[in-house]
């Protein structure tokens, strides 16, 4: 069996293995946040801006109080759950040749990935339970903006500095821009670091995809898809598995979420994928496809930044509601349409994204 082989069969099994393990852990996550009644206990009332949120609240009253938070727990719970048994699995004392290479823990590949995920997963528990016990009236709840932030920029900086000083990354692919349609490696120096956590805060701001049964879940499994993909045709076949593990978890996620969801993904998972996310963009070195792979997100995050703009500086709104996903519910799409309709541009921009990659 050729190692190319091996390892596409090894990226299977792990992604099949988290999705079981993510499974198996939902069904006993659900009962524990419903018993503690991880929900907020007044749905929000203000919007970003501080006025009054009277569309979303003709909306979404009843269940913001009503479906626990939390369900990311089982996204990265899982990951860890399978990276020590990978681990473990490994160093037994059997002699099988696939046993002892299971394992796709590695310094160059996975180690900055999964703290990443981990990392910024705790915050986002943290957020949530201030969220639910602290009262969350306002857009973000729970945790300040100013110290979510902070969190973000200091685990960026880890990330990127890791990058740069510990694997000599300093550069980024541009495709499509020198010798078309190949591209270029744009050599950045230190400010690799500087645009480490430019990209990091723009992908943390579009969080916001979080607000419809099954929207989230879906457009992350398409973005983590498409850097697993990418990761696998480079040979980082450790973090081809990471990112599909992510995937798996994701699918057995959706089963839970699907309407009528069993619980929301919220901060927990959000900003796990969040942060997950830049640092696979950057060690795949395609974070200047990011943009379009996550398509979605920028497309949220936009409607929201717009509709801000125009408030400002025009004294009216642009939609009925923010994020957009908001605005079409408000003017009559099923929340299943948007939930569906969002999924298949996820899916069409993360191919778009792979194939103007994998170009050069």
């Not at 939390?70 to 002699?95: E, N």
């Not at 915050?123 to 016990?133: A, E, H, R, T, W």
Request: hydrophobic residues 55%.
């Amino acid at each position: 069996m050729t190692d190319f082989v091996f390892n596409a069969i090894k990226i299977l099994t792990l992604t099949v293995a988290a999705s079981m393990i993510a499974f198996v852990l939902a069904n006993y996550l659900i009962p524990i946040l419903y018993k503690l009644k991880f929900w907020k206990k007044e749905a929000r009332h203000k919007t970003i801006d501080g006025k009054e949120a009277t569309v979303f609240l003709s909306m979404h009253t009843e269940k913001e109080t009503s479906v626990p938070r939390g369900g990311g727990i089982i996204i990265w719970v899982s990951i860890l759950i399978l990276v020590l048994l990978a681990f473990i699995i490994s160093i037994l004392p059997i002699d099988i040749w696939w046993l002892k290479k299971i394992n796709f823990l590695s310094r160059e590949e996975t180690w900055i990935p999964l703290f990443a995920l981990f990392s910024a997963s705790i915050i986002g528990l943290v957020d949530d339970i201030s969220v639910v016990y602290g009262g969350g009236k306002y857009i973000g709840g729970g945790l300040s903006f100013r110290t979510r932030m902070l969190y973000v920029i200091v685990i960026c900086l880890i990330g990127g500095s890791w990058l740069y000083f510990k694997l000599d990354w300093h550069s980024i692919y541009v495709p499509l821009i020198s010798n078309f349609p190949h591209g270029m490696d744009l050599n950045i120096g230190i400010f690799y670091i500087l645009l480490f956590v430019i990209v990091g805060l723009a992908s943390w701001s579009s969080g916001v995809v979080d607000g419809i049964d099954g929207l989230a879940g879906g457009v992350f499994s398409s973005i983590f898809a498409a850097f697993g993909f990418i990761a696998f045709t480079q040979g980082q076949y450790d973090l081809a598995a990471f990112c599909m593990a992510i995937f798996g978890t994701l699918f057995s996620f959706l089963w839970f979420n699907i309407p009528p969801a069993k619980f929301y993904m919220t901060e927990t998972g959000v900003l796990g994928l969040m942060m997950t996310m830049t640092v696979v963009a950057f060690a795949t070195d395609s974070v200047a496809v990011l943009p379009i792979i996550g398509g979605i997100l920028v497309i949220e995050s936009g409607s929201v930044i717009l509709q801000l703009l125009s408030k400002k500086f025009r004294k009216k709104k642009i939609w009925l509601s923010t994020p957009i996903h908001h605005h079409l519910e408000a003017i009559g799409w099923k929340p299943y349409q948007i939930t569906m309709r969002f999924w298949f541009i996820g899916v069409i921009l993360a191919m778009l994204g792979v194939a103007i990659r994998l170009i050069g």
